[in-house]
């Protein structure tokens, strides 16, 4: 019998429970796919079917993990149906080197596809709590070290959870491998480039600068990016915006600074307009930032922190430094 690790928390006076899906009921796994659809809004796009969830699950045939995060109702239980669940993770167990398959524990890794949050419990800090969780599950039960995904460079807040609070690393930057993906947090005129990076389980991760030193990396360090901030008509209204107005590829010291914007799924809402300037603000965006980490990766330069900067705007920043 297998102990499958099971934890309550409590934020903002909700209750939270996070649990691995163990049902042998092949409709019990159609509410990942609908929360999904909640969270990226792409239609055309799906899960396998609810059978072959089921089978996919390494409680019952395949070597996926399904994690959920499920809210307690009205008279504190917790119900693991659709209405009450509020995050979920999925992935599977993949292997690293091609040429030697399963042969060895130390060849094999965790794929970790999907990480979603109802768009209304995005406040509760859920996102890193199941990235804890799934690290708890997959080395107690699984026993698996080393975890990969892939994540969009220009999202700020999947940045910091991965760099900064995870200390994943990044092993390459990978030029719209899912082709033109539209949804609420992508759009299809704005390549899906992504970074391919690995979470190490067992190192022991502390943000390369802490945080009373920031503000001092930031005053010194040359960047890689030129950034104006201008108010626009957006979709929704007047919205102020980072503007990327030129790149500096002659960098040549040990470490530097690339800016993203601070939020890069607002600004890809907000530019869905007819003036072809402001539409293809985000579109500028990816292909200067793909050009530039491609540029100094080659160089062998390195991420090693995710940094903020706090002021009339919010800035957010790569911290590169060149390999020794």
Partial sequence: MINLPEKIIEIKGKKFLFRVESSSKAEDYQKYEELRQVVWEFAPDHLSGSRNLLCENFLHEGSSLFIGVFEEDGSGRFLYDSDHLVGFSYGFAGIKDKSLGFSQPGNIWFYSQFLGVRPDRLNFGLGILIKEFQKEVLLSVLKITTVVCTYDPLTAVNAHRNIRRLGMEVLEYRVAPYGEYGGRLNRQDVPSDRFFACWDLKKKHQPAIKENEMAG??????????????????????????????????????????????????????????????????????????????????KGYEIIDFLAEKGNHQAVFYLLQKKS
């Fill in 217 to 298: 990396y930031l005053d010194r360090l040359p960047r890689a990016i030129e950034v104006n901030y201008q108010q626009v008509l957006g979709r929704d209204g007047p919205v102020i915006l980072e503007i990327s107005t030129g790149l500096n590829l002659e960098i040549g010291a040990e470490q530097l600074l690339v800016p993203i914007p601070a939020d890069f799924y607002l600004m890809l809402r907000a530019t869905q307009v007819e003036d072809s300037q402001i539409h293809q603000i985000p579109l500028v965006w990816r292909l200067q930032t793909r050009k530039l980490f491609l540029h100094y990766f080659k």
